[in-house]
């Protein structure tokens, strides 16, 4: 972990100003499973820093902003290494500020966003520009991966080095397979001179062509196209045996099948340097949702069977699925407003992740509160990211949460710009109250600001 | 009933409601005058974004037929040709008030979208590969007038399934009717997770075709070809064309139209005696009647601006003695 940078490393208009003044989260239950904490403490940050985990009703510093949270849970900020921004070219979706007021609003203390935007961020000028941005308007720390291939056509090479040295935090063509392993072979070898990682987004679109959901029962049913299982786990298939070969690193983005989790595993038990992740919304939902026909359970990949619902499951708990991630797609309401076939792809899911995930999972039992944490946080380590922790004289990265209470999604609005997210209207268990990011204060939840004001 | 969106929806009470109420209109049809002012001073708006012959002219006859006001609308050369969105062409079609939409979309789900949109019934009359209702409910009402009922008949439906609303809908419905099901068609056109999602048998061979008592042939369009679904056309017609070799004089053969002549059927069946095509085509309008009657009598308010009071409109008039 020598070599991880720390999430302040990231752009963010919290990097500049004043120093705020010290915080004291008083009698928060404190829970993180990789320090191997579970106990009630005052957390005191300080200067950026978590300066003291302090017994229960010890004296504050003076001056400092007293929470009192009784009651309430701190965790280690999550860390989301996939979202999209829109920017540039679909600003009316999202952009850098809405999309990460709507991380801080989750939980994130840190997020990565993909370059399948348009133009696609593919020279080091235009990701120069997006950390610019990033810097006057991101509410958490954001980084920027750059496409693999220009344009994301899967044909040439970027400029790898130089969109690393521009800042660039990673590759990805997400949105777009890169269909030729003839490419993905030559990023791969070049990845040893750029030493950044490349995340893929795996799906053959050979077999996944026409298709608009998972291929099952509830596709035949419905006479909508299918995009199959195996058009992604015959891709991670390859493109893990390509990594193999070349003794290459890669990070698979948004598993959804079994099939992938069987493939990861394989792989991983190789010796492969291979990372994954999964989102919220293929942990908790199945393809049985779009027998509503409503565009808001449309996304790629697709909501697909119970079973590959259970062995996602499975693969989290055991480590196979390294860490969740929202793949936050935000769309607009005349986008989705249309028959499914015809609907844009895509949910947004900052705002709700460890809620919907707390709620599904965490409270039936299926997963221990602590997996669950741990793997939110994950996230931050195969882009060279410390994943965020609470320790004395640890960088400050915390999620207040209040896991009693009980919320519907989306009632009150959304942070985000769009409002396709799949939970709408769902009660969830669990609410973010406050967001501390590279030691600010990113988020307080508007009716808990007003309580503690 | 308040839409007809799907048969998946109905059960076999609402079905056999409708096929009571068509074999009431079909003694309409053989008066001089074929009309009957049951829904007069109705507005029904039909909307066709894929070409059709049949279906379209159908549900048109039947509301006339109903004494409705009928505007019909086709994708091409309207609003539509000028990118038009659904929900603003449904805003502005119901700002005429229309009792009822009849739509018809490449896409599935499309009808039960515009019932968010609109404050009129709605049918569909066909969305994507997903559904189309009427015609079940056409093919149901002619095997019941010809046979009776459909307990524990045999119906094979043979074709293009993958690609079919028409097969997704006879299937529900049949089997809802009692009768048993039996898909067959190359792999390459049977959906994945069909005997799953429907209840249906599968066969990939015409083998065991004796023991249908009906046969329902789709329609095998020539772009599948293309799309290597089969290798031609000659080879889908050896396999699985229903001639009267195949077709045993005690079975029923149905199909709804239009026929691909010597591809899906072979042009002595589609004349022969056990053929119920043209009967189907009558049944569309004495079923379309029904299912207009259906929803637009079944009590519940109407009108697209919600402006209109309906007490105001005529009280519908029973005809013969529905049932």
Known sequence: MADMRPISSLDWRGSQGEPERDLVLRGVRVLDPREGIDATHDVVVRDGEIAELAAAGADGPEGAEIVDAEGLSVFPAFFDPHVHLRTPGHEHKEDIETGSRAAAAGGFCGILAMANTDPPADDAGHVAALRDRAREQAAVPTGFLACVTRGMLGAELTEMAELADAGAVGFSDDGMPITSGRVLRRALQYQRLVGLPIALHEEDPELSAGGSMHEGAVSAALGIAGLPSISESTMIARDAAIATFEGAAIHVQHLSAAESVAAVELAKSNGLQITCEASPHHLTLTDEEVRSLDARFKMNPPLRAQADREALIDGLRRGVIDCIATDHAPHATHEKEVPFEQAAWGVIGLETAFSAVFTELVLPGVLELETVLERLTAGAAPFGFEPPRIAPSAEANLVLVDTEAEWEAGIEGWESRSANSCFDGRRLRGRVLMTVAAGRVAYRQRSFAMGVA | ?323
């Open chain 2, 1 to 323: 009933m308040r839409h007809l969106l799907a048969i998946e929806d109905l059960d076999r009470d609402d079905i056999e409601r409708i096929m009571s109420r068509a074999s009431s209109f079909a003694e309409v049809g053989r008066r001089d005058i074929k009309k009957v002012p049951a829904l007069r001073g109705r507005t029904i708006v039909s909307l066709f974004y894929e070409s059709s012959t049949r279906t379209s002219s159908s549900f048109e006859l039947a509301a006339k037929r109903l004494s409705a006001d009928v505007v019909s609308i086709k994708a091409a050369g309207s609003a539509v040709d000028k990118g038009e969105s659904l929900k603003d062409t449904i805003a502005t079609l119901s700002a005429y008030a229309p009792e009822a939409i009849v739509i018809r979309h490449p896409y599935a789900g499309a009808a039960k979208l515009v019932t968010a949109w609109t404050s009129a019934a709605v049918v569909n009359a066909g969305d994507g590969k997903h559904e189309h209702p009427s015609q079940a409910l056409l093919d149901t009402y002619t095997l019941l007038d010809r046979i009776g009922s459909l307990e524990g008949k045999r119906i094979w439906i043979v074709g293009d399934v993958l690609h079919s609303r028409v097969a997704r809908s006879c299937a529900m419905c049949f089997r809802t009717m009692g009768a048993e099901v039996t898909l067959c068609g190359p792999p390459t056109l049977i959906p994945r997770g069909v005997t799953e999602a429907l209840g249906t048998d599968v066969a990939h061979d015409l083998g065991r075709l004796g023991e249908a008592d009906i046969v329902y042939a789709l329609r095998m369009q020539k772009e599948r070809m293309n799309e290597s679904f089969v290798p031609s056309i000659r080879e889908y017609a050896t396999h699985y064309q229903i001639d009267s070799r195949r077709l045993a004089p005690r079975q029923l053969l149905m199909h709804p139209g239009p026929v691909n002549r010597g591809v899906e059927l072979s042009p002595e069946v589609i004349d022969g005696p056990a053929s119920l095509i043209t009967a189907q085509v009558e049944s569309g309008l004495v079923v379309r009647m029904a299912i207009l009657y259906e929803i637009l009598t079944s009590g519940e308010p109407r009108g697209g601006s919600g402006r209109r009071d309906d007490a105001e409109l005529p009280a519908p008039t029973p005809i013969g003695e529905p049932a």
